[in-house]
């Protein structure tokens, strides 16, 4: 009965600890593939790392928790075992980064191309490590463009408790779409 106590707080959102951890210790990493693997029943298994924004763009903040809760739900619905050295190898390449998925909505297939992604931290503008803006957008039902872009910010600078803003800009410094990401909701 315990167990499942557990289990379901696990699922149903955040640690009680309260923030994202940039590094994961040996508890949290079982903790997070014990959830991914669980999480084959729930479609919205991963609304914690999901932000909106008015516009109807959105995106999902891939946090190392995130990263492997992701590969053992993978792993999960091919009814396979995560070979032992993976969650390590995908937690080194995701060190000391930030990653962020972006979907992003706009008038024309090439729209997103050269957008330019900043993290805001108080007065403070967080350049990306890695960008990957999508060349072409795919053409949605309502006639829209949409772009899949990933971002990787350092972390160096970001507390794991931290509230930050996510601005991308066109190239002419204009501002095409923000998201608050509240770090303390996501484990």
């Known amino acids: ?13 955040p640690s009680a600890a ?3 951890s940039f590094s994961l210790e040996p508890q949290q990493r079982s903790d997070a593939l014990r959830v991914g693997a669980q999480s084959i029943t729930r479609d919205s298994f991963d609304t914690e790392w999901r932000v909106a924004n008015p516009t109807g763009d959105s995106l999902t903040v891939i946090t190392p928790f995130h990263r492997l809760v992701l590969a053992a739900r993978n792993a999960a619905f091919k009814n396979e075992r995560m070979k032992d050295r993976e969650p390590e190898k995908l937690l080194r390449e995701q060190q000391d980064r930030l990653v962020i998925w972006a979907n992003l909505r706009g008038p024309r297939e090439d729209f997103a191309r050269f957008f330019v992604p900043r993290i805001l ?10 960008v990957q803006n999508e060349r072409t957008a795919v053409r949605t039902e309502d006639g829209s463009y949409l772009a899949r872009c990933v971002y990787g910010f350092p972390v160096k600078e970001i507390a794991p408790k931290s509230r930050v803003i996510l601005v991308v800009r066109a190239p002419d410094g204009r501002d095409v779409s923000r998201f608050t990401i509240d770090l303390a909701s996501m484990r």
């Open 1 to 13: 009965m315990i167990a499942r106590a557990v289990l379901v707080l696990l699922l149903a959102g």
């Open 18 to 20: 309260g923030a994202v």
């Open 121 to 130: 931290l108080g007065d403070r503008e967080i350049e990306p490590s890695f």
